[in-house]
């Protein structure tokens, strides 16, 4: 019901900078908070930052003050600025958007195909 097309991923250097997109289309009607997840080898998906169509935004300790989530309600779109890259940073990330409707109550996750970032000591 709602396809997420995920781009801008790709090989830096620590302290380098990658900005990702993902532009959702579909039945985004119902479609409020969006996010993005990542997950490293070896280690669990974890959030990294959501956004609400209000605007409120939360963002993982560890990229707190690098990382910035933005969306354009007109282009239907989420973006993660990714500032100061460190190493650590290296993993998959994919997009995220959350469908809920009232009546009858149904709510589901949306899931992009990820991206990769390696970021290189």
């Known amino acids: 019901q709602v396809q997420l097309v995920e781009s801008g991923g790709g090989l830096v250097q620590a302290g380098g900078s990658l900005r990702l997109s993902c532009a959702a289309s579909?039945?985004?009607?119902?479609?409020?908070?969006m996010g993005w997840y990542r997950q490293a080898p070896g280690k669990q998906r974890e959030l990294v930052a959501n956004?609400?169509?209000?605007?409120?935004?939360n963002y993982a300790d560890s990229v707190k003050g690098r990382f910035t989530i933005s969306r354009d309600n007109a282009k239907n779109t989420v973006y993660l600025q990714m500032n100061s890259l460190e190493p650590e940073d290296t993993a998959v990330y994919y997009c995220s958007a959350d469908w809920k409707r009232t009546w009858p109550v149904r709510e589901k996750r949306y899931w992009g195909q990820g991206t990769q970032v390696t970021v290189s000591s």
């Open positions: 956004i609400a169509s209000s605007g409120s935004t």
């Open positions: 579909g039945n985004i009607f119902n479609v409020n908070v």
